[in-house]
């Protein structure tokens, strides 16, 4: 990603867990291992905190050494609204309940812009406005559009 250095860990975090969403579309939603599974392996701070002689870390003493950092991000992307709690179910490796997430469309509309799929955000901006009848959006899609066919729809995205 260009001008990488000018993100906050905190940000890259954000980012990365947007990206699942559209990397992996879960229909019935996800536990907080998966996604912290696929962090430990595609976030750059986690994976080079887990470089060289912490290499040999095994992924669940890695998660549970990172989890409320984690949790933490999770929580504050459901407060903002990109995701949601859909349920508990019972966890993977014990009787325990765990919350099951998945992204609301504005997180799965974020996520896409992140990753520039044009395609992505063109569909959910398009089912938003099967379900709204708005000028904003009606705005928002024609901007989009226009952007993209103009080749600048990635100053967009690195705006996001």
């Avoid at 974020?110 to 063109?122: P, S």
Wanted: net charge positive.
């Amino acid at each position: 990603m260009e001008g990488l250095r000018e993100y906050t860990k905190d940000s890259l975090m954000y980012q990365d867990i947007l990206k699942y969403g559209i990397k992996h579309p879960y229909e019935n939603g996800f536990r907080f291992t998966e996604i912290a599974k696929w962090l430990m392996r595609n976030n750059i701070e986690m994976k080079n905190y887990y470089a060289d002689n912490k290499s040999r870390t095994p992924m669940y003493v890695r998660i549970g050494n990172r989890r409320q950092r984690i949790e933490s991000c999770l929580h504050n992307l459901v407060r903002l609204g990109l995701l949601i709690e859909k349920d508990k179910v019972k966890a993977e490796r014990n009787n325990e309940l765990t919350p099951l997430y998945d992204f609301t469309r504005e997180g799965y509309l974020l996520g896409a812009i992140i990753n520039i799929k044009v395609e992505h955000v063109f569909n959910i901006l398009k089912s938003y406005s099967d379900i709204n009848d708005s000028f904003i959006l009606t705005f928002i899609i024609r901007f989009f559009k226009k952007e993209f066919e103009g080749g600048r729809f990635h100053i967009i995205a690195d705006f996001f």
